[in-house]
């Protein structure tokens, strides 16, 4: 029984009037303080919507591109029109999106991925029915969506094979090899259910292969051998350098940029055949009509020559290595020529409204 | 063999120790005095003289009680309305709609169960079952480290324990993933280890395994319980053992009488631990997501990374990890109900160290200092060794070492945003915006913090103390993420844009983001050593005529002036690499220093990424040896001797 030995200290249960009007008072000195710091963050965020609102609604645009910034200080400086840029992954910009649905800021979202397009399109959150005047080449002509709710900008690939030539001198040529159990505990990729760009990969294996069913059964024939689920690119890229894997399976931009960060060390094979992964600007339908006409002008100087142009100089171990989807704009000199890819589309309207289904069965068969 | 007690060591139960309470301090100490005297038991009044208080007039007396209890609950009300503002509301914003899925356009049904259910089956339940498991077995690993090190440092000759509490803050500010990395750098066929020959398959299969996730949540969460602990040794003074020493007692006693005595910070680290590890997503989301062990963080993220986002589900299992946190919290108050844990008064004795023999002094502090060697080590290597090579991944594994990350970090050379240089805050960056928002921060959390930890520890709790505690727990146990998208929810409603208060995605409502989350955390930690300053040294000042606010500044903020220095820098620390709620509310083209990293990191240049996370942890560093500073050279002597966390600042 000494557990009550506290009691010792003198005066044990204290009146409460002197601890309590304390708590008062420092409650108001709470108050105090944080209506001081409000006040003055208030006053900060007040100078620069003032600053903002000099020529027109300021335009905010939601964008995971490593280019984006470079992009609109061009179009800002071109047109007058005042960008409020959010760059951040394309996760946590379309969970801003989802949760803002009732209410939403953003005026322009440019992310990879045409299901993600189509899956908010589906859900009424894109402006349909405009599109630049712009001339496609066929990459652009087989991207761009019937009811023109989003605009492609650009092409990378999914899943693409990604190694290092030193450790892995014969590379596998077909999806098939995969399976062998030469592979055995050596291939990686990224979880589709985090990883924006890799549930076109995990949509596109089951097309190819005539249908969900079969597709879960490749994968699960990977998962048998050994292969190891990461949550993003870069760190699947991680295990590859760091000799866990031997073969990663992720987004071409990603692996092209490693290849020239390591002069070669790391090298990008594309098996036949390889799913396409456009990147697109969608406008928001429920933003103010000035906002989405910004929005338009916007569009069409991201598919001029200098908008182009930035796109392929903004990010060049990254995001810049794309295939253009307009005629007379040449691939950056790292890109293989797509005349030696072969290259399939999936229709995003069909895989976007499975996109649930299917990274949910990857969760509770392949990542658990 | 257990000691016979002297009177006034006899226990005494909630009976006598009520009557003490009643009443109340009117304005310059009346009223009260002769309760106040007879609380103890024997009459001696603490030493300040209480019992020579004048007895008023029973219509005075009456008057005196209604004002103080008009301003003792104007207090608590305003104090739980701050939190209820900043806690309550975005959570239960976020919970709503797993049942009301429609409020938010977040589904089609007005009311629905199936969200619940959901959460209850396959991978998200045994995510919640692993996450249960993983957290109590932290707690009690924790209490070993936490537990060890304090005593050691606190109350041993153990050689460098000067240094051990400093190592044991800096293990605070290291971010789970980081040390996540460190781990895996270390370990991995390529990595660290190898380097020397000294690769161990056996050794990364540990690592990678559920083992290797308690190993890493334990040392990231070591020192939650360190602060517990130590803060109540520090506060115990060397009576206790002394009492039982002199009444014949041995070691065994001492410690049979000491350990209760404890009890309060042990089980506040418990509780403290438990919701740490339930919340993280960091380990969860690297070591754990790895070796293919699911926990309960991965499903929230899962589903609201879905498209079109699952809120519901993830707010399905938002409730149960809420509900989680009830487990610590009712045995807490089981064991603790009813009795008080003051021991800080104007009588407290400083401590005595326990002498240790050579050989037991110098294996005990090579123990400790292994110990921070691999708990700092690690995270250290992956962050440092990183930062320098040409492309991260193989940190040692033939990079040639290079400073252009840095470069890169500063002036913003290639078209890319998020440099020093430029960043939307103008010329200031990042770095600049996140200390600025980070010291706003940590001043709101230290006194609100210290608010609520006075509220929980009252010894009658007030009308909403018990729902508090209950949200304020519960809220630590819910990953940043779901704060981060309920307040999206209840801070971006149609109608207050309509009404033209557009709060979201502004700075203020990104403050108050951080608020919610470290309020909680801070006045939970805070709990142990506002419990042990004793109720006396108000009484002290108010009977020498100083008013609340007075007797506050002079009497109370002294004793825990050490203790707020270091809260307000632990909050500092948390806010500035705070990456969730920034993502989700920070205002477009006002980027954070965690989005910009993050941001690196994703556009794959992790090496700029990590170069920046060492110049942010630089000017981390460099804003706590200010503080800490300034703290040794301005605050008076005695400021620094009393209280708890005493080895530190």
């Given at each position: 029984?000494?557990?009550?030995?506290?009691?010792?200290?003198?005066?044990?249960?204290?009146?409460?009037?002197?601890?309590?009007?304390?708590?008062?008072?420092?409650?108001?000195?709470?108050?105090?303080?944080a209506?001081?710091?409000t006040?003055?963050?208030?006053?900060?965020?007040?100078?620069?919507?003032?600053?903002?609102?000099?020529?027109?609604?300021?335009?905010?645009?939601?964008?995971?591109?490593?280019?984006?910034?470079?992009?609109?200080?061009?179009?800002?400086?071109?047109?007058?029109?005042?960008?409020?840029?959010?760059?951040?992954?394309?996760?946590p910009?379309?969970i801003k999106v989802e949760a803002e649905k009732n209410n939403p800021k953003?005026?322009?979202?440019?992310?990879?991925?045409?299901?993600?397009?189509?899956?908010?399109?589906?859900?009424?959150?894109?402006?349909?029915?405009?599109?630049?005047?712009?001339?496609?080449?066929?990459?652009?002509?087989?991207?761009?969506?019937?009811?023109?709710?989003?605009?492609?900008?650009?092409?990378?690939?999914?899943?693409?094979?990604?190694?290092?030539?030193?450790?892995?001198?014969?590379?596998?040529?077909?999806?098939?090899?995969?399976?062998?159990?030469?592979?055995?505990?050596?291939?990686?990729?990224?979880?589709?259910?985090?990883?924006?760009?890799?549930?076109?990969?995990?949509?596109?294996?089951?097309?190819?292969?005539?249908?969900?069913?079969?597709?879960?059964?490749?994968?699960?024939?990977?998962?048998?051998?050994?292969?190891?689920?990461?949550?993003?690119?870069?760190?699947?890229?991680?295990?590859?350098?760091?000799?866990?894997?031997?073969?990663?399976?992720?987004?071409?931009?990603?692996?092209?940029?490693?290849?020239?960060?390591?002069?070669?060390?790391?090298?990008?094979?594309?098996?036949?055949?390889?799913?396409?992964?456009?990147?697109?600007?969608?406008?928001?339908?429920?933003?103010?009509?000035?906002?989405?006409?910004?929005?338009?002008?916007?569009?069409?100087?991201?598919?001029?020559?200098?908008?182009?142009?930035?796109?392929?100089?903004?990010?060049?171990?990254?995001?810049?290595?794309?295939?253009?989807?307009?005629?007379?704009?040449?691939?950056?000199?790292?890109?293989?020529?797509?005349?030696?890819?072969?290259?399939?589309?999936?229709?995003?309207?069909?895989?976007?409204?499975?996109?649930?289904?299917?990274?949910?069965?990857?969760?509770?068969?392949?990542?658990? | 063999?257990?000691?016979?007690?002297?009177?006034?060591?006899?226990?005494?139960?909630?009976?006598?120790?009520?009557?003490?309470?009643?009443?109340?301090?009117?304005?310059?100490?009346?009223?009260?005095?002769?309760?106040?005297?007879?609380?103890?038991?024997?009459?001696?009044?603490?030493?300040?003289?209480?019992?020579?208080?004048?007895?008023?007039?029973?219509?005075?007396?009456?008057?005196?009680?209604?004002?103080?209890?008009?301003?003792?609950?104007?207090?608590?009300?305003?104090?739980w309305a701050i939190l209820a503002f900043l806690v309550a509301v975005p959570v239960g914003a976020f919970l709503v709609q797993v049942f009301v899925p429609r409020l938010f356009d977040q589904g089609?049904?007005?009311?629905?169960?199936?969200?619940?259910?959901?959460?209850?089956?396959?991978?998200?339940?045994?995510?919640?079952?692993?996450?249960?498991?993983?957290?109590?077995?932290?707690?009690?690993?924790?209490?070993?480290?936490?537990?060890?090190?304090?005593?050691?440092?606190?109350?041993?000759?153990?050689?460098?324990?000067?240094?051990?509490?400093?190592?044991?803050?800096?293990?605070?500010?290291?971010?789970?993933?980081?040390?996540?990395?460190?781990?895996?750098?270390?370990?991995?066929?390529?990595?660290?280890?190898?380097?020397?020959?000294?690769?161990?398959?056996?050794?990364?299969?540990?690592?990678?395994?559920?083992?290797?996730?308690?190993?890493?949540?334990?040392?990231?969460?070591?020192?939650?319980?360190?602060?517990?602990?130590?803060?109540?040794?520090?506060?115990?003074?060397?009576?206790?053992?002394?009492?039982?020493?002199?009444?014949?007692?041995?070691?065994?006693?001492?410690?049979?009488?000491?350990?209760?005595?404890?009890?309060?910070?042990?089980?506040?680290?418990?509780?403290?631990?438990?919701?740490?590890?339930?919340?993280?997503?960091?380990?969860?989301?690297?070591?754990?997501?790895?070796?293919?062990?699911?926990?309960?963080?991965?499903?929230i993220?899962?589903?609201i990374?879905?498209?079109?986002a699952?809120f519901p589900?993830a707010g399905a299992?938002s409730i149960?990890?809420l509900?989680?946190?009830?487990?610590?919290?009712?045995?807490?108050?089981?064991?603790?109900?009813?009795?008080?844990?003051?021991?800080?008064?104007?009588?407290?004795?400083?401590?005595?160290?326990?002498?240790?023999?050579?050989?037991?002094?110098?294996?005990?502090?090579?123990?400790?200092?292994?110990?921070?060697?691999?708990?700092?080590?690690?995270?250290?290597?992956?962050?440092?060794?990183?930062?320098?090579?040409?492309?991260?991944?193989?940190?040692?594994?033939?990079?040639?070492?290079?400073?252009?990350?840095?470069?890169?970090?500063?002036?913003?050379?290639?078209?890319?945003?998020?440099?020093?240089?430029?960043?939307?805050?103008?010329?200031?960056?990042?770095?600049?915006?996140?200390?600025?928002?980070?010291?706003?921060?940590?001043?709101?959390?230290?006194?609100?913090?210290?608010?609520?930890?006075?509220?929980?520890?009252?010894?009658?709790?007030?009308?909403?103390?018990?729902?508090g505690?209950?949200l304020i727990?519960g809220s630590?146990?819910l990953p940043g993420i779901v704060l981060g998208a309920g307040y999206i929810f209840a801070f971006n409603l149609p109608i207050a844009s309509r009404l033209g208060v557009d709060m979201y995605e502004t700075l203020p409502l990104l403050v108050m983001g951080y608020l919610a989350t470290s309020i909680p955390?801070?006045?939970?930690?805070?709990?142990?050593?506002?419990?042990?300053?004793?109720?006396?040294?108000?009484?002290?000042?108010?009977?020498?005529?100083?008013?609340?606010?007075?007797?506050?500044?002079?009497?109370?903020?002294?004793?825990?002036?050490?203790?707020?220095?270091?809260?307000?820098?632990?909050?500092?620390?948390?806010?500035?690499?705070?990456?969730p709620i920034s993502q989700l509310l920070y205002p477009?083209?006002?980027?954070?220093?965690?989005?910009?990293?993050?941001?690196?990191?994703?556009?794959?240049?992790?090496?700029?990424?990590?170069?920046?996370?060492?110049?942010?942890?630089?000017?981390?560093?460099?804003?706590?040896?200010?503080?800490?500073?300034?703290?040794?050279?301005?605050?008076?002597?005695?400021?620094?001797?009393?209280?708890?966390?005493?080895?530190?600042?």
């Amino acid at each position: 029984m000494l557990t009550h030995l506290t009691h010792l200290s003198p005066n044990a249960g204290l009146p409460r009037g002197d601890k309590t009007t304390a708590t008062t008072k420092l409650a108001a000195a709470v108050m105090t303080a944080a209506a001081m710091a409000t006040t003055g963050i208030v006053a900060t965020s007040a100078t620069v919507a003032a600053a903002a609102t000099t020529s027109g609604p300021t335009l905010v645009v939601y964008s995971a591109q490593g280019y984006d910034s470079a992009e609109t200080t061009a179009f800002q400086k071109a047109t007058g029109i005042h960008v409020s840029l959010d760059d951040d992954s394309t996760g946590p910009l379309l969970i801003k999106v989802e949760a803002e649905k009732n209410n939403p800021k953003w005026g322009l979202l440019w992310v990879d991925g045409a299901t993600a397009f189509a899956s908010l399109d589906q859900q009424g959150l894109l402006m349909k029915g405009w599109e630049p005047t712009v001339s496609w080449n066929s990459l652009g002509k087989q991207a761009v969506p019937a009811d023109k709710s989003y605009v492609p900008t650009g092409l990378t690939m999914a899943g693409t094979l990604v190694y290092e030539p030193k450790e892995v001198p014969d590379p596998p040529t077909t999806w098939q090899q995969l399976l062998n159990p030469k592979w055995a505990n050596e291939i990686g990729m990224n979880d589709p259910a985090v990883s924006g760009p890799t549930y076109p990969f995990v949509a596109g294996m089951m097309n190819y292969l005539g249908g969900v069913p079969q597709g879960e059964k490749f994968y699960e024939g990977l998962n048998s051998n050994g292969l190891q689920v990461n949550l993003t690119n870069g760190n699947t890229l991680e295990v590859l350098e760091a000799g866990i894997i031997k073969l990663a399976l992720i987004q071409s931009s990603a692996g092209i940029g490693a290849g020239l960060k390591t002069h070669g060390e790391i090298k990008v094979k594309f098996l036949d055949p390889v799913t396409a992964l456009p990147s697109a600007l969608g406008i928001d339908s429920k933003a103010p009509k000035a906002e989405q006409l910004e929005a338009e002008k916007f569009i069409e100087f991201v598919m001029s020559a200098q908008g182009q142009q930035i796109m392929q100089s903004g990010d060049p171990t990254g995001d810049s290595l794309y295939w253009p989807v307009l005629q007379g704009v040449n691939p950056l000199p790292a890109l293989p020529p797509l005349s030696s890819i072969h290259v399939q589309n999936i229709n995003p309207y069909t895989w976007g409204a499975r996109e649930d289904t299917v990274n949910t069965w990857f969760t509770d068969n392949i990542v658990e | 063999m257990t000691p016979t007690l002297p009177a006034a060591l006899t226990p005494q139960g909630q009976g006598s120790s009520a009557g003490t309470s009643t009443g109340g301090a009117g304005p310059c100490g009346t009223g009260t005095g002769g309760d106040a005297a007879n609380g103890n038991g024997n009459g001696n009044g603490g030493g300040f003289g209480l019992d020579n208080g004048a007895r008023p007039g029973r219509a005075t007396a009456l008057r005196s009680k209604m004002a103080d209890a008009a301003r003792h609950y104007a207090g608590q009300w305003l104090v739980w309305a701050i939190l209820a503002f900043l806690v309550a509301v975005p959570v239960g914003a976020f919970l709503v709609q797993v049942f009301v899925p429609r409020l938010f356009d977040q589904g089609t049904s007005w009311f629905t169960l199936s969200n619940l259910t959901q959460a209850f089956q396959g991978h998200t339940f045994l995510g919640l079952f692993n996450s249960l498991w993983v957290s109590t077995v932290v707690c009690v690993i924790d209490l070993v480290i936490g537990g060890g090190v304090a005593w050691l440092s606190m109350r041993t000759t153990i050689g460098g324990r000067r240094i051990w509490p400093g190592m044991m803050w800096g293990l605070l500010l290291v971010p789970t993933w980081l040390m996540a990395q460190g781990w895996q750098y270390l370990t991995e066929p390529n990595g660290v280890l190898s380097q020397f020959g000294l690769y161990s398959p056996l050794v990364h299969h540990i690592i990678f395994s559920p083992i290797g996730v308690v190993l890493v949540d334990s040392l990231a969460t070591a020192p939650y319980a360190y602060l517990t602990l130590s803060a109540a040794l520090g506060g115990l003074g060397s009576q206790f053992e002394e009492a039982v020493r002199v009444h014949g007692g041995g070691r065994l006693a001492t410690f049979r009488v000491v350990v209760p005595v404890l009890a309060p910070a042990v089980l506040a680290s418990v509780a403290l631990v438990f919701v740490e590890t339930m919340s993280d997503y960091g380990v969860a989301s690297t070591l754990a997501f790895q070796s293919h062990f699911t926990m309960a963080t991965y499903g929230i993220y899962q589903a609201i990374n879905n498209l079109p986002a699952q809120f519901p589900v993830a707010g399905a299992i938002s409730i149960l990890l809420l509900a989680s946190a009830a487990i610590p919290l009712a045995l807490q108050s089981r064991v603790t109900r009813g009795r008080s844990y003051a021991i800080l008064s104007g009588r407290t004795r400083p401590a005595t160290r326990y002498r240790l023999g050579r050989a037991g002094k110098w294996s005990l502090t090579s123990v400790v200092g292994l110990f921070f060697a691999v708990a700092l080590g690690a995270p250290g290597l992956g962050a440092f060794a990183g930062s320098f090579v040409a492309n991260l991944g193989s940190p040692l594994g033939g990079q040639s070492l290079t400073l252009a990350n840095y470069g890169e970090v500063f002036s913003g050379d290639i078209a890319y945003s998020h440099s020093i240089a430029e960043g939307a805050s103008g010329t200031s960056g990042p770095v600049l915006l996140s200390t600025m928002l980070a010291a706003i921060t940590a001043t709101i959390t230290v006194v609100v913090g210290l608010a609520v930890a006075r509220l929980l520890v009252a010894r009658r709790p007030g009308r909403f103390t018990k729902a508090g505690d209950l949200l304020i727990l519960g809220s630590i146990a819910l990953p940043g993420i779901v704060l981060g998208a309920g307040y999206i929810f209840a801070f971006n409603l149609p109608i207050a844009s309509r009404l033209g208060v557009d709060m979201y995605e502004t700075l203020p409502l990104l403050v108050m983001g951080y608020l919610a989350t470290s309020i909680p955390t801070t006045s939970r930690i805070m709990m142990g050593p506002v419990a042990q300053v004793h109720g006396s040294l108000m009484e002290a000042g108010r009977v020498h005529g100083a008013r609340a606010l007075s007797a506050l500044r002079s009497c109370y903020v002294p004793v825990v002036s050490r203790v707020l220095v270091l809260v307000w820098l632990v909050t500092l620390t948390k806010t500035f690499w705070e990456l969730p709620i920034s993502q989700l509310l920070y205002p477009p083209g006002q980027e954070t220093v965690s989005v910009a990293i993050d941001s690196w990191n994703n556009n794959y240049h992790p090496e700029v990424g990590a170069a920046m996370t060492v110049v942010a942890l630089g000017a981390c560093f460099l804003v706590i040896g200010l503080v800490l500073g300034g703290f040794r050279l301005l605050a008076p002597k005695g400021w620094r001797r009393m209280g708890g966390w005493r080895s530190v600042a």
